[in-house]
């Protein structure tokens, strides 16, 4: 193969490559967001996708039981509010072991 057709093969790969990073957008789910949140007790899911390589941004997607489909806005105060509500570990009623004993060749037992 010759140097010029080298050099052509490597500038179609370069200029396909920056194309390629420029559209990433594209392949977002997300193109409109809402900047509110609406009724929380029609919510039937919440998805959230985090950014990747094919979308270089976080993306909340909420399902409503009619089975409609909407992007909420990551930046607002309220969706940060209500994300870090779901993430939140939930605190258990039950009681914990307090002591933990183990004698030889059985299973480890909880005293409370």
Known sequence: MSSFMKAFLLLAVMV??????????????????RN???SK?????????????????VEIVVTIKSGLRYCL?????????????????????T???TELTSTPGRTNTARI
Request: net charge positive; charged share 20%; hydrophobic share 30%.
């Open 16 to 33: 396909c490559i920056t194309k390629a990073q420029r559209h990433q957008s594209q392949y977002c789910l997300c193109h409109n967001v």
């Open 36 to 38: 509110r949140i609406g």
């Open 41 to 57: 007790t029609g919510v039937k899911d919440i998805q959230i996708y985090p950014a990747n390589t094919f979308c270089n941004k």
């Open 73 to 93: 806005n990551p930046k607002l105060t309220a969706v940060k509010k209500l994300m870090a509500s779901i993430m939140k570990p939930k605190t258990s009623t």
């Open 95 to 97: 009681a914990r072991p």
